[in-house]
């Protein structure tokens, strides 16, 4: 895995933690999840495209 693509799976992670934490301290917010798949699948898209 290059650089980023180990970067933007370590920020999906943390954006996950967060945005779970957030849900179980404040309710859930479906923007925040809406959030986080958008991002879960741009990480996905890197991770398949990558130079090998």
């Known amino acids: 895995m290059s650089g ?3 970067t933007m799976g370590v920020l ?3 954006a996950l ?5 957030y849900t179980v301290a404040l309710g859930s917010n479906g923007w925040l ?5 958008v991002l879960g699948l741009i990480t996905l ?3 398949a495209t990558r130079d090998t």
């Open 33 to 37: 999840w809406f959030g986080w798949v």
């Open 4 to 6: 980023s693509t180990k």
């Open 45 to 47: 898209g890197m991770v």
């Open 12 to 14: 999906t992670v943390g």
């Open 17 to 21: 933690v967060a945005v779970t934490a």
